[in-house]
């Protein structure tokens, strides 16, 4: 195995359990070791510090673990989804009988790196954001299978769009597994009692947005009696929650016509007639130019990731604000806004100020009624907390 040996004095950071080495650390390569192979880290004096994926780039090496285990085996694997597993049922996420779809492995919050995996009742979409991910991807469905047994129905691996491209990488969407008479690429799932159909294949990311659980559930508290507009809708997740909160009536936007299409077949799965809602395929920032003023009283703006990278930072800080500001000034007077960001490099106080300033402009009064996040299943490793992404207000406008 090939030997990583780090500059003076630039262990400290491995030391407080942060998974990642920066290439600038590092003062020498014993080796001559491939994008995605398991590479030993060791101190300047010598000392093992962890195991990791080594990939040539900023993040030289993405840790696995700090311990000496063999990370190399077949165990580790199946060990490490064990642990992700036992995590979910901590929360009461598996096994839920309300609930059977949440992200079974959240990167770095799982010890793992690059690897997401979301269950959807017993199909498995995993996306490696990394080399070693990706290489890994056959002896991760092993033991899926192993830990799953018969429960797991398929291991659908969607890397395409999130490994880095590399010569040599078979970069095609696929199955890696599928039980006998699996033949489907689209699932019913239940969240929180709510039934949604899940397109892994067609849909965006691995299907559905599984961050959205429980501030789904807050919009559906807050919906009794409103007149619901669901900004960036993508399938209607916070609609379909709205109508069950006896909103009055849901207009859900999104620019993608598939998204809008599922949002239909979503509301029909559950049962409510077509005069509730409204599915329009529009740019949302055009619609709100049109929205009259005292029309809604509940709104959910969930955009994209504006910012990507931090260079994109300070355009990105602008765009939420003219978003915000858009949108706080269409809100009926008494009305409730839901505002998101999913933008990693933002954080939560950037964001707040973002919609500060946003609320500044309209010269509204506006109150913070909540501060909203991303749900236990997309667990934050508190040594690494650049995996806190998800951030949310639920703002009252007067
Ligand atoms: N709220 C959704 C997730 C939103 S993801 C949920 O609960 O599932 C962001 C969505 O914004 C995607 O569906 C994407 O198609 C849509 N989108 C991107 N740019 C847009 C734009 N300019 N106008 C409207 N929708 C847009």
Redesign the pocket.
């Known amino acids: 195995m090939t030997k990583i040996i780090l500059k003076k004095g630039r262990d400290e950071s491995l030391r407080r359990f942060h998974p990642w080495v920066f290439s600038g650390a590092i003062a020498q390569i014993a080796g001559h070791p491939s994008e995605g192979d398991i590479v030993g880290v060791f101190s300047h004096e010598g000392e093992f510090l962890a195991y990791g994926h080594y990939q040539v780039g900023s993040i030289a090496v993405r840790i696995l673990s700090f311990s000496g285990e063999d990370v190399l085996g077949p165990d580790f694997w199946v060990n490490m989804i064990r642990r992700a597993l036992a995590v979910r049922d901590a929360s009461g996420l598996a096994g839920c009988p309300q609930t059977n779809c949440f992200r079974l492995v959240h990167g770095e919050g799982d010890g793992l790196p690059g690897l997401i995996i979301d269950w959807y009742d017993g199909v498995c979409v995993t996306q490696a954001h990394s080399v070693g991910m990706f290489r890994a991807k056959n002896a991760i469905c092993e033991a899926l299978k192993t830990v799953f047994g018969s429960d797991l129905k398929a291991v659908y691996d969607k890397s395409s769009g999130t490994a880095p491209f590399k010569a040599g990488l078979d970069l095609v969407d696929g199955y890696i597994f599928k039980s006998e008479g699996f033949s489907d690429d689209e699932q019913e799932v239940l969240e929180n009692g709510n039934k949604f159909l899940v397109n892994w294949t067609e849909g965006?990311k691995t299907g559905?947005?599984l961050d959205?659980r429980e501030n789904?559930a807050l919009v559906g508290k807050y919906s009794t009696g409103r007149n619901v507009l669901?900004?960036?809708?993508?399938?209607?997740?916070?609609s379909v929650y709205a109508l069950r909160g006896g909103a009055v009536h849901v207009d859900s936007?999104?620019?993608?016509r598939k998204?809008v299409d599922m949002v239909g077949r979503n509301m029909a799965l559950n049962g409510y007639e077509a005069g509730l809602h409204e599915d329009i395929c529009?740019?949302?920032?055009d619609?709100l130019r049109e929205v009259p003023e005292d029309k809604y009283d509940l709104m959910?703006v969930?955009?994209?990731a504006f910012a990507k990278h931090r260079g994109a930072l300070s355009n990105a800080l602008r765009a939420y604000q003219r978003l915000n500001a858009a949108a706080i000034s269409k809100v009926a007077p008494g009305g409730l806004l839901f505002t998101?960001s999913?933008s990693q490099v933002v954080d939560k106080e950037s964001f707040a100020l973002a919609v500060f300033s946003a609320a500044a402009q309209t010269g509204r009064s506006v109150r913070i009624l909540d501060r909203l996040n991303q749900p236990a299943d997309h667990s934050v490793n508190i040594y690494h907390p650049e995996g806190e992404y998800l951030k949310g207000l639920l703002l009252y406008v007067e």
Do not use: E, K, W
């Not at 936007?253 to 993608?256: N, R, Y």
């Not at 529009?282 to 920032?285: E, S, W």
């Open positions: 965006q559905f947005f959205q789904r669901n900004l960036f809708c993508y399938t209607g997740g916070f936007v999104d620019s993608s998204a529009a740019d949302a920032i619609f959910i969930d955009p994209p998101f999913c």
